[in-house]
Protein backbone atom coordinates (compact mmCIF):
# COMPACT_ATOMS: atom_id res chain seq x y z
CA UNK A 1 0.00 0.00 0.00
CA UNK A 2 1.54 3.51 -1.63
CA UNK A 3 1.78 5.60 1.62
CA UNK A 4 2.47 9.25 1.68
CA UNK A 5 6.02 9.30 1.79
CA UNK A 6 6.00 7.58 -1.61
CA UNK A 7 3.52 9.71 -2.93
CA UNK A 8 6.14 12.94 -1.99
CA UNK A 9 8.95 11.03 -3.19
CA UNK A 10 7.36 9.98 -6.38
CA UNK A 11 6.83 14.02 -6.73
CA UNK A 12 3.09 13.89 -7.11
CA UNK A 13 2.35 15.10 -3.61
CA UNK A 14 3.71 18.33 -1.84
CA UNK A 15 2.41 18.69 1.48
CA UNK A 16 3.14 21.98 1.58
CA UNK A 17 1.53 23.06 -1.81
CA UNK A 18 -2.26 24.91 -1.92
CA UNK A 19 -5.21 22.19 -1.89
CA UNK A 20 -1.96 19.31 -0.45
CA UNK A 21 -5.22 17.54 1.37
CA UNK A 22 -7.51 17.09 -1.75
CA UNK A 23 -4.18 15.94 -3.52
CA UNK A 24 -3.52 13.12 -0.89
CA UNK A 25 -7.31 12.41 -1.15
CA UNK A 26 -7.37 12.00 -4.67
CA UNK A 27 -3.95 9.68 -4.53
CA UNK A 28 -5.14 7.93 -1.98
CA UNK A 29 -8.27 7.02 -3.70
CA UNK A 30 -6.30 5.97 -6.69
CA UNK A 31 -4.36 3.90 -4.63
CA UNK A 32 -7.62 1.69 -3.13
CA UNK A 33 -8.16 1.59 -7.21
CA UNK A 34 -5.57 -0.34 -8.04
CA UNK A 35 -3.66 2.45 -9.70
CA UNK A 36 0.91 1.80 -8.60
CA UNK A 37 2.90 4.79 -8.45
CA UNK A 38 4.49 4.94 -11.86
CA UNK A 39 1.02 4.73 -13.55
CA UNK A 40 0.16 8.01 -11.41
CA UNK A 41 3.27 9.12 -12.44
CA UNK A 42 3.31 8.91 -16.04
CA UNK A 43 -0.33 10.33 -15.84
CA UNK A 44 0.61 13.35 -14.02
CA UNK A 45 3.35 14.26 -16.59
CA UNK A 46 0.59 14.57 -18.76
CA UNK A 47 -1.73 16.63 -16.40
CA UNK A 48 -3.83 13.44 -16.47
CA UNK A 49 -3.88 12.21 -13.43
CA UNK A 50 -8.07 13.51 -12.36
CA UNK A 51 -8.80 11.56 -15.27
CA UNK A 52 -6.47 8.22 -15.22
CA UNK A 53 -9.48 6.19 -13.23
CA UNK A 54 -12.19 7.77 -15.50
CA UNK A 55 -10.08 7.07 -18.51
CA UNK A 56 -9.26 3.30 -17.55
CA UNK A 57 -13.07 2.31 -16.96
CA UNK A 58 -14.04 3.41 -20.49
CA UNK A 59 -12.30 0.49 -21.50
CA UNK A 60 -11.45 -1.86 -18.48
CA UNK A 61 -8.80 -3.88 -20.99
CA UNK A 62 -4.71 -3.63 -21.22
CA UNK A 63 -3.88 -2.83 -25.17
CA UNK A 64 -3.01 -5.92 -27.03
CA UNK A 65 -0.30 -6.31 -29.89
CA UNK A 66 -1.77 -6.47 -33.16
CA UNK A 67 -0.62 -9.80 -33.68
CA UNK A 68 -2.55 -11.46 -30.54
CA UNK A 69 -6.16 -9.14 -31.55
CA UNK A 70 -5.79 -10.70 -34.75
CA UNK A 71 -5.72 -14.59 -32.90
CA UNK A 72 -8.43 -13.41 -31.51
CA UNK A 73 -10.33 -12.41 -33.31
CA UNK A 74 -9.96 -14.71 -35.46
CA UNK A 75 -8.55 -12.68 -38.35
CA UNK A 76 -5.86 -12.14 -40.22
CA UNK A 77 -3.16 -8.82 -39.09
CA UNK A 78 -4.44 -7.17 -42.12
CA UNK A 79 -8.50 -7.63 -42.43
CA UNK A 80 -8.41 -6.95 -38.48
CA UNK A 81 -6.65 -3.89 -38.97
CA UNK A 82 -9.21 -3.23 -41.99
CA UNK A 83 -12.50 -3.52 -39.34
CA UNK A 84 -10.32 -1.26 -36.56
CA UNK A 85 -10.06 1.38 -39.03
CA UNK A 86 -13.38 1.25 -40.47
CA UNK A 87 -14.56 1.15 -37.02
CA UNK A 88 -12.58 4.17 -36.67
CA UNK A 89 -9.95 3.38 -33.83
CA UNK A 90 -6.93 5.38 -34.37
CA UNK A 91 -3.72 3.79 -33.04
CA UNK A 92 -3.33 4.61 -29.87
CA UNK A 93 0.18 6.47 -28.85
CA UNK A 94 1.86 3.71 -26.90
CA UNK A 95 5.07 3.40 -28.87
CA UNK A 96 3.68 0.08 -30.09
CA UNK A 97 3.04 1.39 -33.76
CA UNK A 98 -0.05 -0.47 -33.51
CA UNK A 99 -3.69 -0.01 -32.92
CA UNK A 100 -3.84 -1.04 -29.04
CA UNK A 101 -7.51 -3.27 -29.74
CA UNK A 102 -7.94 -4.46 -26.28
CA UNK A 103 -10.00 -8.47 -26.20
CA UNK A 104 -13.00 -7.02 -25.97
CA UNK A 105 -12.81 -4.94 -28.84
CA UNK A 106 -10.61 -7.51 -30.79
CA UNK A 107 -13.52 -10.38 -30.21
CA UNK A 108 -16.19 -7.82 -31.57
CA UNK A 109 -14.32 -7.35 -34.61
CA UNK A 110 -14.48 -11.34 -35.42
CA UNK A 111 -18.15 -11.14 -34.88
CA UNK A 112 -18.67 -8.12 -37.33
CA UNK A 113 -16.44 -10.39 -39.70
CA UNK A 114 -19.66 -12.49 -39.84
CA UNK A 115 -21.11 -9.93 -42.14
CA UNK A 116 -18.75 -11.42 -44.82
CA UNK A 117 -20.96 -14.59 -45.95
CA UNK A 118 -23.84 -12.16 -46.55
CA UNK A 119 -22.46 -9.39 -47.64
CA UNK A 120 -19.78 -7.91 -50.42
CA UNK A 121 -16.55 -6.92 -48.48
CA UNK A 122 -17.24 -3.74 -49.55
CA UNK A 123 -20.76 -3.64 -48.52
CA UNK A 124 -19.83 -4.81 -45.31
CA UNK A 125 -16.75 -2.43 -44.25
CA UNK A 126 -19.15 0.39 -45.75
CA UNK A 127 -21.63 -0.30 -42.96
CA UNK A 128 -18.93 -0.71 -40.47
CA UNK A 129 -17.59 2.72 -41.46
CA UNK A 130 -21.41 3.79 -40.58
CA UNK A 131 -21.54 2.39 -37.20
CA UNK A 132 -18.14 3.90 -36.08
CA UNK A 133 -18.63 7.42 -37.25
CA UNK A 134 -22.11 7.43 -35.77
CA UNK A 135 -21.08 6.05 -32.24
CA UNK A 136 -17.99 8.44 -32.71
CA UNK A 137 -20.56 11.31 -32.49
CA UNK A 138 -22.26 9.66 -29.74
CA UNK A 139 -18.93 9.88 -28.13
CA UNK A 140 -18.38 13.07 -28.91
CA UNK A 141 -21.81 14.59 -27.74
CA UNK A 142 -21.48 12.63 -24.60
CA UNK A 143 -17.87 14.24 -23.84
CA UNK A 144 -19.10 17.83 -24.79
CA UNK A 145 -21.53 17.29 -22.28
CA UNK A 146 -19.87 16.82 -19.33
CA UNK A 147 -17.69 19.12 -19.96
CA UNK A 148 -20.15 21.68 -20.72
CA UNK A 149 -22.36 20.92 -17.99
CA UNK A 150 -19.68 19.26 -15.17
CA UNK A 151 -16.13 19.94 -16.05
CA UNK A 152 -16.48 23.53 -16.49
CA UNK A 153 -18.82 24.69 -13.61
CA UNK A 154 -16.98 22.57 -11.31
CA UNK A 155 -13.91 24.63 -12.83
CA UNK A 156 -15.36 28.08 -12.65
CA UNK A 157 -16.22 27.21 -8.68
CA UNK A 158 -13.03 26.33 -8.12
CA UNK A 159 -13.64 22.91 -6.95
CA UNK A 160 -11.21 19.98 -6.30
CA UNK A 161 -9.46 17.82 -8.49
CA UNK A 162 -10.98 14.15 -6.13
CA UNK A 163 -14.11 15.47 -6.51
CA UNK A 164 -13.62 16.38 -10.25
CA UNK A 165 -12.07 12.86 -10.56
CA UNK A 166 -14.98 10.98 -8.77
CA UNK A 167 -17.87 13.09 -11.23
CA UNK A 168 -16.09 11.69 -14.23
CA UNK A 169 -15.49 8.10 -12.86
CA UNK A 170 -19.10 8.40 -12.30
CA UNK A 171 -19.99 9.57 -15.21
CA UNK A 172 -18.54 6.52 -16.88
CA UNK A 173 -19.85 4.24 -14.88
CA UNK A 174 -23.29 5.49 -16.62
CA UNK A 175 -22.29 3.50 -19.46
CA UNK A 176 -23.23 0.53 -18.05
CA UNK A 177 -26.96 1.53 -18.16
CA UNK A 178 -26.80 3.70 -20.81
CA UNK A 179 -25.03 0.46 -23.72
CA UNK A 180 -28.33 -1.85 -23.09
CA UNK A 181 -30.41 0.67 -24.16
CA UNK A 182 -28.90 1.55 -27.24
CA UNK A 183 -30.25 -1.57 -28.47
CA UNK A 184 -33.94 -0.59 -27.74
CA UNK A 185 -33.58 2.84 -29.82
CA UNK A 186 -31.77 0.88 -32.84
CA UNK A 187 -34.51 -1.49 -33.18
CA UNK A 188 -36.68 1.26 -33.17
CA UNK A 189 -35.22 3.28 -35.92
CA UNK A 190 -34.61 -0.34 -37.98
CA UNK A 191 -38.32 -0.77 -37.57
CA UNK A 192 -39.09 3.00 -38.72
CA UNK A 193 -36.03 2.45 -42.09
CA UNK A 194 -38.06 -0.29 -43.15
CA UNK A 195 -41.16 0.72 -43.37
CA UNK A 196 -39.75 4.00 -45.07
CA UNK A 197 -37.88 1.74 -47.11
CA UNK A 198 -41.28 -0.29 -48.22
CA UNK A 199 -43.51 2.80 -48.65
CA UNK A 200 -40.20 4.36 -50.73
CA UNK A 201 -40.04 1.11 -52.89
CA UNK A 202 -39.31 1.73 -57.19
CA UNK A 203 -39.75 -1.72 -58.92
CA UNK A 204 -37.97 -4.19 -56.85
CA UNK A 205 -34.69 -2.26 -56.95
CA UNK A 206 -34.04 -1.84 -52.71
CA UNK A 207 -31.62 0.56 -53.46
CA UNK A 208 -33.26 3.24 -55.78
CA UNK A 209 -36.37 4.47 -54.13
CA UNK A 210 -39.17 7.30 -54.60
CA UNK A 211 -38.38 10.00 -51.88
CA UNK A 212 -39.56 13.28 -51.12
CA UNK A 213 -36.25 15.26 -50.07
CA UNK A 214 -36.53 19.09 -47.95
CA UNK A 215 -33.25 21.21 -47.11
CA UNK A 216 -34.11 24.30 -45.16
CA UNK A 217 -31.59 26.56 -43.85
CA UNK A 218 -31.33 30.08 -42.05
CA UNK A 219 -30.51 33.19 -43.79
CA UNK A 220 -28.22 35.86 -42.12
CA UNK A 221 -26.59 32.91 -39.64
CA UNK A 222 -22.84 33.42 -40.69
CA UNK A 223 -23.09 37.12 -39.29
CA UNK A 224 -24.79 36.71 -36.74
CA UNK A 225 -22.84 33.79 -35.09
CA UNK A 226 -19.81 36.08 -35.85
CA UNK A 227 -20.45 38.27 -33.10
CA UNK A 228 -21.87 35.34 -30.69
CA UNK A 229 -19.09 34.46 -27.79
CA UNK A 230 -19.05 30.78 -27.39
CA UNK A 231 -21.86 30.34 -24.94
CA UNK A 232 -24.23 31.81 -26.82
CA UNK A 233 -23.10 30.17 -29.60
CA UNK A 234 -23.42 26.52 -28.64
CA UNK A 235 -26.91 27.68 -27.10
CA UNK A 236 -27.93 29.14 -30.57
CA UNK A 237 -26.50 25.56 -32.19
CA UNK A 238 -28.34 23.69 -29.64
CA UNK A 239 -31.88 25.21 -30.06
CA UNK A 240 -31.64 24.94 -33.76
CA UNK A 241 -30.52 21.44 -33.54
CA UNK A 242 -33.36 20.52 -31.58
CA UNK A 243 -36.19 22.98 -32.28
CA UNK A 244 -35.23 21.10 -36.23
CA UNK A 245 -34.97 17.55 -34.95
CA UNK A 246 -38.57 17.81 -33.08
CA UNK A 247 -40.32 19.06 -35.80
CA UNK A 248 -39.08 16.72 -38.54
CA UNK A 249 -39.82 13.74 -36.32
CA UNK A 250 -43.26 15.14 -34.73
CA UNK A 251 -44.15 15.18 -38.54
CA UNK A 252 -43.12 11.44 -39.17
CA UNK A 253 -40.09 12.39 -41.33
CA UNK A 254 -36.36 11.33 -40.92
CA UNK A 255 -33.82 14.01 -39.96
CA UNK A 256 -30.52 12.96 -42.52
CA UNK A 257 -28.27 15.38 -41.11
CA UNK A 258 -27.65 19.37 -39.42
CA UNK A 259 -25.03 21.25 -41.40
CA UNK A 260 -24.19 23.83 -40.13
CA UNK A 261 -27.27 25.97 -39.81
CA UNK A 262 -29.14 23.64 -42.80
CA UNK A 263 -31.73 20.79 -42.05
CA UNK A 264 -32.39 17.49 -44.56
CA UNK A 265 -34.32 15.44 -44.61
CA UNK A 266 -36.85 12.44 -46.41
CA UNK A 267 -40.06 11.24 -46.37
CA UNK A 268 -41.66 8.71 -48.78
CA UNK A 269 -44.84 10.69 -48.48
CA UNK A 270 -44.50 14.06 -50.63
CA UNK A 271 -47.71 15.38 -48.85
CA UNK A 272 -45.93 14.46 -45.32
CA UNK A 273 -43.04 16.72 -46.51
CA UNK A 274 -44.71 19.81 -47.07
CA UNK A 275 -46.20 19.40 -43.91
CA UNK A 276 -42.33 19.16 -42.35
CA UNK A 277 -40.95 21.94 -44.51
CA UNK A 278 -44.20 24.21 -43.13
CA UNK A 279 -43.10 23.15 -39.28
CA UNK A 280 -39.72 23.92 -40.04
CA UNK A 281 -39.98 27.04 -41.57
CA UNK A 282 -42.84 28.42 -38.59
CA UNK A 283 -40.58 26.66 -35.87
CA UNK A 284 -36.97 28.26 -36.71
CA UNK A 285 -38.57 31.50 -37.39
CA UNK A 286 -39.88 31.66 -34.11
CA UNK A 287 -36.17 31.04 -32.92
CA UNK A 288 -34.18 34.32 -33.36
CA UNK A 289 -35.79 37.48 -34.97
CA UNK A 290 -31.95 38.46 -36.99
CA UNK A 291 -32.32 34.90 -38.82
CA UNK A 292 -34.89 33.82 -41.12
CA UNK A 293 -35.36 30.30 -42.92
CA UNK A 294 -35.69 29.19 -46.59
CA UNK A 295 -36.14 25.94 -48.30
CA UNK A 296 -35.99 23.87 -50.86
CA UNK A 297 -38.33 20.44 -51.87
CA UNK A 298 -38.04 17.80 -54.13
CA UNK A 299 -39.66 14.83 -55.18
CA UNK A 300 -38.39 11.71 -57.18
CA UNK A 301 -35.84 8.47 -57.12
CA UNK A 302 -32.62 8.74 -55.22
CA UNK A 303 -29.91 6.42 -54.18
CA UNK A 304 -29.54 5.30 -50.40
CA UNK A 305 -26.50 4.76 -49.57
CA UNK A 306 -24.36 4.32 -46.18
CA UNK A 307 -27.62 6.21 -44.66
CA UNK A 308 -27.45 8.72 -47.03
CA UNK A 309 -29.07 10.04 -50.25
CA UNK A 310 -27.76 11.22 -53.27
CA UNK A 311 -28.53 11.65 -57.06
CA UNK A 312 -30.36 14.31 -58.68
CA UNK A 313 -33.25 14.98 -56.57
CA UNK A 314 -31.50 15.58 -53.51
CA UNK A 315 -29.12 18.12 -55.83
CA UNK A 316 -32.10 19.78 -56.65
CA UNK A 317 -34.09 20.34 -53.60
CA UNK A 318 -30.47 21.93 -52.16
CA UNK A 319 -30.38 24.17 -55.26
CA UNK A 320 -33.75 25.43 -54.88
CA UNK A 321 -33.07 25.89 -50.82
CA UNK A 322 -30.06 28.37 -52.44
CA UNK A 323 -31.95 30.30 -54.66
CA UNK A 324 -34.98 30.89 -52.19
CA UNK A 325 -35.36 34.01 -50.40
CA UNK A 326 -36.09 34.24 -46.98
CA UNK A 327 -39.05 33.16 -45.59
CA UNK A 328 -39.91 31.29 -48.97
CA UNK A 329 -39.85 27.29 -50.03
CA UNK A 330 -39.28 26.69 -53.64
CA UNK A 331 -40.01 23.16 -54.57
CA UNK A 332 -39.60 21.07 -57.92
CA UNK A 333 -43.11 20.41 -60.27
CA UNK A 334 -43.09 16.49 -59.51
CA UNK A 335 -43.15 17.14 -55.74
CA UNK A 336 -46.26 19.62 -56.75
CA UNK A 337 -48.14 16.58 -58.52
CA UNK A 338 -47.10 14.13 -56.13
CA UNK A 339 -48.91 16.15 -52.60
CA UNK A 340 -51.80 16.35 -52.32
CA UNK A 341 -54.37 19.02 -50.34
CA UNK A 342 -51.30 21.36 -50.51
CA UNK A 343 -51.43 24.92 -52.22
CA UNK A 344 -48.61 25.68 -54.22
CA UNK A 345 -48.28 28.87 -56.86
CA UNK A 346 -45.82 28.82 -60.05
CA UNK A 347 -42.78 30.69 -59.18
CA UNK A 348 -41.17 30.80 -62.72
CA UNK A 349 -38.24 29.15 -64.03
CA UNK A 350 -34.87 29.15 -62.02
CA UNK A 351 -31.53 28.90 -63.48
CA UNK A 352 -30.23 26.32 -60.96
CA UNK A 353 -26.49 25.40 -60.27
CA UNK A 354 -25.60 22.25 -61.81
CA UNK A 355 -28.17 22.54 -63.86
CA UNK A 356 -28.03 22.68 -67.70
CA UNK A 357 -31.12 24.14 -68.59
CA UNK A 358 -33.62 26.30 -66.40
CA UNK A 359 -36.04 24.36 -64.00
CA UNK A 360 -39.72 25.10 -62.98
CA UNK A 361 -40.02 25.52 -59.92
CA UNK A 362 -43.25 25.86 -57.79
CA UNK A 363 -43.67 28.21 -54.55
CA UNK A 364 -45.38 26.21 -51.56
CA UNK A 365 -47.86 27.92 -49.74
CA UNK A 366 -48.06 28.15 -45.93
CA UNK A 367 -48.96 30.11 -42.83
CA UNK A 368 -46.28 31.96 -40.67
CA UNK A 369 -45.29 34.60 -38.95
CA UNK A 370 -44.78 37.91 -40.46
Known amino acids: MSTTADFEAAGIYDPTAAGAADRLQLLEWLTELGFTIDQMVAAN ?202 AVTQNGARLVKLIGDEVMFVTPDASAACAVAKALMVTLRAGRSEVQPRGGLAYGPVLLQGGDYYGEVVNLASRLADAAVPMELLASVDLDEAAEGVAFEPAGRRQLKGFAEPVSVRSLLFEGPS
Not at 114 to 122: E, I, K, Q, V
Open 45 to 246: AQSALVGIASDQRVTEREHLSDADAAAISGLSIDDAQLYATAFGFAPFDDGSGGIGLNENEAQMLGMFNALRPMFSDAEAIGFVRVVGSSLSRIAEAAMTLFLTDVESPHHAAQGSEFALAKKSFEAVGLLDEFVPLLDVVLRRHLAQATLRSRAALVDDDRRIMRFAVGFIDLVGFTPVSADMNPDELRTFIRDFEGMAHD
